[in-house]
């Protein structure tokens, strides 16, 4: 049997946590294991109860949530966080990837909208369409970072990201190990100064390589 999403749920108000509760307490591909109303409650919680994703709100007390999700995911790297709110800001979902998310949600989204997008970041894949990845790309742009060329095999792996497999996909379609895959996807990130799929895909699409 596959073993529940261990989820920490993180925002200021009791009401929204409440909402997301009660959505995600019907899943059986879900378990919420903590909450938190802070950015500094979402550190402690993710230490002490190492969740596998993080789903966290923007604009709270004491610590914020890009400020948080930049140290999840520096003291746990393995810790999936998605940023989930209202805001339509495009440079709040760059600042949000800029800090290690794995993804972005909006808080308007029906519930099947938001448990297909949750599943698939906690599979890494990406729901995300074309005109936000590209939209993203246009902003990290702007940092003009040299990039170095990737391989042939590189590029295999990077469409497929860009597609939206997974590691295990990957890896069955190139036969090849998920530990190769993993080894490919640590190599282009460093060629491109990249930190995550999401940004993968949007450099992809920018690029005409899918």
Not at 21 to 27: S, V, Y
Request: contains cysteine.
């Amino acid at each position: 049997m596959t073993q529940p999403i261990r989820l920490l749920i993180v925002d200021d108000h009791h009401l929204a946590r409440e909402g997301v509760k009660e959505i995600l307490e019907c899943q059986t591909e879900f378990e919420i294991v903590g909450e938190a109303s802070n950015g500094l409650q979402a550190v402690e919680k993710t230490k002490a109860l190492m969740p596998d994703l993080v789903l966290m709100d923007i604009s709270m007390p004491k610590m914020n949530g890009f400020e948080a999700t930049k140290e999840i995911k520096k003291q746990f790297p393995n810790v999936k966080v998605v940023i989930m709110t209202v805001s339509y800001d495009i440079t709040d979902w760059f600042e949000a990837l800029k800090r290690g998310a794995q993804g972005y949600l909006l808080k308007n989204l029906n519930t099947e909208d938001m448990l297909n997008g949750l599943k698939a970041y906690a599979m890494d894949e990406i729901p995300m369409s074309k005109e936000m990845a590209f939209r993203i790309w246009k902003e990290f742009k702007k940092d003009g970072q040299a990039e170095q060329t990737l391989s042939a095999r590189e590029q295999d792996v990077l469409q497929l990201v860009a597609k939206g497999h997974s590691n295990k996909e990957i890896s069955k379609v190139l036969n090849i190990s998920e530990n190769t895959v993993k080894t490919h996807m640590k190599n282009i990130l460093g060629k491109l100064h990249l930190e995550n799929r999401v940004q993968l895909a949007s450099y992809a699409y920018d690029n005409g390589i899918v």
